[in-house]
């Protein structure tokens, strides 16, 4: 096989600028066309047994995220279930 191509290459720079702080501070993340949601951190008592199996059951993806998702599913099947009476 041959290396050649006869495709032009440019030494020019991207033509897109730097992306700074500020550029990401106004940035909108999203899903889709939907906004991400954001996080917040709080303190939260649970039963040490609790904290166990999630940490079991989440392995390398973290307790805290599984946590998170299942709180959020059970709030989306609560919103389902309203509109489905």
């Known amino acids: 096989m041959s290396n050649f191509s006869s495709s032009e290459t440019s030494n020019d720079r991207d033509e897109y600028p730097q992306v700074t702080q500020a550029d990401l501070d106004r940035a909108k993340f999203r899903i889709g066309m939907k906004p991400s949601p954001h996080k917040q951190s709080i303190t939260l008592?649970?039963?040490?047994?609790?904290?166990?199996?999630?940490?079991?059951?989440?392995?390398?993806?973290?307790?805290?995220?599984l946590i998170n998702e299942i709180l959020r599913q059970a709030k989306e099947n609560e919103e389902l279930g309203k509109v489905l009476q």
Do not use: H, M, T, V
């Not at 039963?47 to 805290?64: T, V």
């Open 45 to 65: 008592s649970l039963d040490a047994n609790l904290i166990e199996y999630f940490k079991l059951k989440a392995g390398e993806s973290g307790y805290q995220n």
